[in-house]
């Protein structure tokens, strides 16, 4: 199994960015996946999650309205569009495959977001 | 959303025993047996340890248990060993609404 995330980088306040993880090693579009973040000296925090289908997705209070989770199945890649970005927002993105209702068995190497003017 | 409640830090002595507990309520670890351990290295991604209160991966040492009680998990490490020392974290099924939790995380420190 392997998840490999691009797309982060610098991005101005308000801005938008859009990240992508492409899956391999396992049946994609079998498995429900995760966004989860982790800013600067800090823990974890869930970010959104969408089942293998792609619907219904789920996203958490501080990025609901801005972010929006997707997926392709016929190229193996989970998607995060952010937009309205903020400085809080500034954190390492892991996309992280699902194994049952909440646990996460294969985590990718993360991609960085910074979010600042 | 809450985060589920664990100690900042914890420690103990090579081949010693030590315990971590991440509490929530009946609407996340409660309510659901699905609660996860994870163990992070510095500069590393996070990796399951634990799952589904009390399940090991493949490939994970036994030395690692997990249990359950009302609202609060619990994480033993049993035989510390130097390469244990890391961030641990739980996370929870929160139902349709709130969907996963996580804990704040907990240093664990090998004396």
């Known amino acids: 199994v392997q998840l490999l995330e691009s797309g982060g980088g610098l991005v101005q306040p308000g801005g938008s960015l859009r990240l992508s993880c492409a899956a391999s090693?396992?049946?994609?579009?079998?498995?429900?996946m995760n966004w989860v973040r982790q800013a600067p000296g800090k823990g974890l925090e869930w970010v959104s999650g969408?089942?293998?289908?792609?619907?219904?997705?789920y996203y958490a209070d501080s990025v609901k309205g801005r972010f929006t989770i997707s997926r392709d199945n016929s190229k193996n890649t989970l998607y995060l569009q952010m937009t309205s970005l903020r400085a809080e927002d500034t954190a390492i993105y892991y996309c992280?495959?699902?194994?049952?209702?909440?646990?996460?068995?294969?985590w990718g190497q993360g991609t960085l977001v910074t979010v600042s003017s | 959303q809450s985060a589920l409640t664990q100690p900042p830090s914890a420690s103990g002595s090579p081949g010693q025993s030590v315990t971590i507990a991440c509490t929530g309520t009946?609407?996340?670890?409660?309510?659901?047996?699905?609660v996860s351990w994870y163990q992070q290295h510095p500069g590393k991604a996070p990796k399951l340890m634990i799952y589904?209160?009390?399940k090991r991966p493949s490939g994970v040492p036994d030395r690692f248990s997990g249990s359950k009680s009302g609202n609060t998990a619990s994480l033993t490490v049993s035989g510390l060993q130097a390469e244990d020392e890391a961030d641990y974290y739980c996370?929870?099924?929160?139902?349709?609404?709130?969907?996963?939790?996580f804990g704040g995380g907990t240093k664990l420190t090998v004396l």
């Open positions: 996370n929870s099924y929160a139902g349709s609404n709130n969907y996963v939790v």
């Open positions: 090693g396992f049946t994609f579009s079998s498995y429900a």
């Open positions: 009946s609407s996340d670890v409660g309510g659901y047996n699905s």
């Open positions: 589904e209160v009390t």
């Open positions: 992280a495959k699902q194994m049952g209702l909440s646990s996460f068995d294969y």
């Open positions: 969408i089942i293998d289908s792609g619907t219904p997705t």
